[in-house]
């Protein structure tokens, strides 16, 4: 987009959603716009001048994370009150304004509630200010006013809004003088067929705006609802529970479950990145001196309100937070709804607040929420709007996928949920509101498994604080594998768990790709009495290692799983690790996947643990011991020692490296090294570890947050754990956990001064 001069844009509502996706854009695409400054208007707020709000409230914003260090320093940051002729700028910054080639203003009050003289002082007075203000600027190229594709009052699903102004019963400037003059919400309203004051102001504002515009040149740019990002920055940045995001989210915490609305009405959700799109777009390309834009999803790409229920349940049961996210009613206002509405909403309010004065003052914020919720908006959520647009949705928004994105962006940057962290198991997690019930609404897995599944949750409950995945991780992971190619889950080795966890995980979340799989288990285990036939019907088969020679029977097995769709599992490191050290792979496994012709994709999966089970026994070994023989009996006397709550195991956390593919012609030592340098790479490090090696091998000068702050200092993520170390830990155990960071300092470069004690610190080698 080549211009013959630099362009300065004048913004407004930067602390507002729109706005800081509208800078991030205007900043991201500078050189493409050419683009010298943008002046941002902002007012003073609790005592807080511009500058302050807009470091606090918009500069930090995850949304220009990806942004230049001083993306910045080019915004100039003014003091203002746009309910002032003047602005309320001073004399002294006001030359600043010759400067402005583009305007935008999107800031508003988006309160649908508010009595009509102030929602006429909050959304038209400003505008007509600040085009009054920049009429006449000789620099002004065009100005662009944010306003809202509701301002077209519904008259029936089958009506077509265009882009046009909306017909009014009176002048607007004599509409406007009957509100200044005192004339009622309910008559003003009545008057003009709008559901509420914000659409009624908007809709004034923009038949005033193209009256009084003089020469400026002028583009309307309607949203319909604004939701999180579709792809830039990312996909799914959002920072505003206002309209389509209050639903989702109180509907995912389990508190919205009686709803106003037409299950088959479209509920037009438009990505906050399209609208800004076209907002630049209405600046530096449209033509005409006047101009209306739609920023809609549009009838094609606009999802159904069942469709968003449905997306939005089932994203958030995956992701628990507080209840069980699970809507009872969703259907027109009457008796149905009332009775809806007293059983899911007011009797569990009512009887939770008995509890305490802050559960009541909850319950009374809750429920008025609730209540506002279904009061203001049943006329979006029981109507579709046939908007047309000059400026479609790309084809490649989808609907569904969007509300799943919706979602995750709530998750992440409302609910401050980390899914980096995201909670499979354990004391701390939220439940399933019934262990077996879930296990049975799991759409894989025989009777053994669920069976299984339903024991582990128990036991992991008893035995953990948390068990935590990576979830991004295995997303990318998933998104890496080549189509066609055998998925082959390959997990670090340091306890008789790992068997269990991957499966668990498969399980729990069938969204990630990862079957349930077959794992190859050594002999010993189909020895042991009842165990081996156990875990047989739970997708172990055997394999014999230390022979040095092909397993025939092992490579037909391999074979017939690998040729009809099933994934493996196998341990790369062959034994356990009791040091916590990374043992050299094996390769006979590998050797035999090869030789079925197949490409196999081979997933790593590092699972760290605060403490392992088998903790005594290692520390045995570690001291020279022989290495126990497998017995049902010790296996059974640990579950009862954990169903007693006599085992804390502190947090395990499970991550995903980037997939190795093994192909007919791949170098196997190669393949074997790259999935075990991934393992090593996502291995997790947790607070735990680094209190437990300095608890009983301390060294001078440093202590467990000195060496945390080195470690995330170097690049390095540190896991907080609950667990606390103490002298139940045995010294050699304690050294091992050295494993989890130690090679970690020298690897990431050099390091900052406060690492220096700690680079090269000694470590004894054990076992």
């Known amino acids: ?37 943008v002046i941002v208007l902002v007012r003073r707020k609790k005592g807080a001048c511009a500058a302050e709000r807009f470091q606090k409230e918009v500069a930090r914003a995850a949304c220009f994370a990806a942004l230049p260090a001083r993306w910045s320093d080019v915004v100039t940051v003014l003091d203002v009150d746009l309910s002032r002729p003047d602005l309320g700028i001073r004399a002294d910054a006001q030359h600043a304004l010759d400067r402005v080639t583009h305007v ?138 206002a309209g389509f995001g209050a639903f989702a989210t109180l509907i995912g915490l389990g508190h919205l479950r009686a709803i106003v609305g037409d299950p088959e009405a479209q509920l037009d959700v438009v990505p906050v990145d399209e609208v800004s799109q076209r907002i630049t777009h209405a600046a530096l390309l449209d033509a005409e001196p006047v101009t209306i834009r739609h920023a809609v999803a549009g009838l094609e790409r606009a999802p159904r309100v069942r469709e968003c229920q449905e997306e939005v349940e089932r994203w958030f049961r995956l992701h628990r937070t507080e209840r069980r996210p699970g809507v009872g009613f969703l259907g027109r206002a009457g008796v149905g709804f009332r009775l809806a509405d007293l059983w899911h909403h007011r009797v569990p309010m009512a009887i939770g607040a008995l509890r305490s004065d802050v559960h009541r003052r909850r319950a009374k914020k809750l429920a008025a929420r609730l209540a506002h919720l279904n009061a203001v908006f049943p006329y979006f959520t029981t109507r579709s709007f046939d908007f047309r647009a000059s400026l479609p949705l790309p084809a490649a928004h989808h609907p569904r996928s969007y509300i799943a994105t919706i979602c995750r962006g709530l998750y992440r940057h409302v609910l401050r949920r980390d899914d980096r962290e995201w909670s499979l198991a354990g004391r701390t997690h939220t439940g399933y509101d019934g262990d077996a019930r879930w296990a049975m609404e799991q759409p894989r897995g025989n009777a053994w498994i669920r069976g299984a599944v339903v024991l582990v949750t128990k036991i992991l409950r008893r035995t953990t604080d948390s068990v935590t995945v990576d979830l991004p991780s295995f997303e990318r992971a998933r998104e890496a594998l080549p189509p066609g190619a055998a998925i082959v889950l390959v997990p670090s080795h340091r306890s008789y768990l790992d068997f269990v966890l991957c499966s668990y995980l498969a399980f729990a979340r069938p969204d990630l790709g990862l079957p349930i799989p077959h794992i190859a288990a050594t ?45 493996l599992e196998f341990f790369i490191e062959g034994a356990r690790s009791r040091s916590r050290e990374w043992l050299p792979p ?43 023989p497998m017995r049902l009996g010790a296996l059974l006397r640990w579950c009862w020692s954990a169903w007693r709550g006599d085992i804390s195991l502190g947090r395990i956390h499970i991550a995903a490296g980037r997939p190795v593919l093994l192909g007919p012609t791949s170098d196997v030592p190669t393949v074997a090294a790259s999935v075990v340098s991934e393992l090593r790479e996502a291995m997790a490090v947790t607070t735990f570890h680094l209190s437990a090696y300095l608890r009983h091998h301390p060294i001078e000068g440093v202590d467990a947050a000195s060496l945390r702050i080195a470690l995330e200092g170097a690049g390095v993520r540190v896991l907080e754990s609950a667990l606390e170390p103490d002298d139940t830990i045995d010294p050699s155990v304690a050294r091992t956990f050295g494993e989890h960071f130690l090679d970690r300092i020298g690897a990431l470069g050099p390091p900052p001064p406060a690492m220096h004690i700690v680079t090269h610190l000694p470590m004894e080698r054990a076992g």
């Open 104 to 241: 935008v203003h999107a800031a508003a009050s988006v309160s649908f509630d508010l009595p009509v003289a102030e929602a006429a002082s909050a959304n038209i007075t400003p505008s007509l200010n600040l085009l009054s203000m920049m009429g006449g600027r000789p620099a002004l190229e065009r100005f662009v006013y944010v306003s809202t594709a509701y301002v077209t009052p519904h008259t029936g699903d089958a009506a077509a809004i265009h882009e046009s102004l909306v017909e009014l019963p009176a002048p607007a400037s004599e509409l406007l003088a009957a509100i200044e003059a005192g004339a009622s919400d309910a008559a003003m309203l009545a008057r003009t067929g709008h559901p509420n004051t914000y659409t009624l102001t908007k809709c004034l504002a923009e038949r005033l705006l193209v009256e009084r515009r003089g020469t400026v040149r002028l583009s309307i740019v309607r949203p319909s609802i604004i939701s999180a990002t579709r792809a830039l920055p990312f996909p799914g940045w959002i920072d505003s529970t």
């Open 523 to 567: 002999i010993e285990f189909g020895r042991i009495p009842l165990l081996g036939r156990i875990l047989s019907a739970l997708h172990a088969f055997y394999l014999r290692r230390g022979t040095g020679r092909a397993d025939p029977e092992l490579t037909d097995r391999v074979h017939t799983l690998v040729a009809s769709g099933r994934a």
């Open 1 to 37: 987009m080549m211009r013959r001069r630099p362009t300065t844009w004048l913004v407004t509502g930067v602390t507002g959603f729109l706005g800081k996706v509208l800078l991030e854009e205007l900043m991201r695409r500078r050189e493409e716009f050419e683009l010298a400054e």
């Open 586 to 628: 094996k390769r006979g496994l590998l050797r035999c996947l090869q030789g079925t012709g197949l490409p196999s994709a081979l997933i790593p999966i590092s699972i760290s643990y605060d403490r392992v089970p088998e903790e005594a026994s290692f520390a045995s070994e570690l001291a020279g011991a022989a290495k126990p």
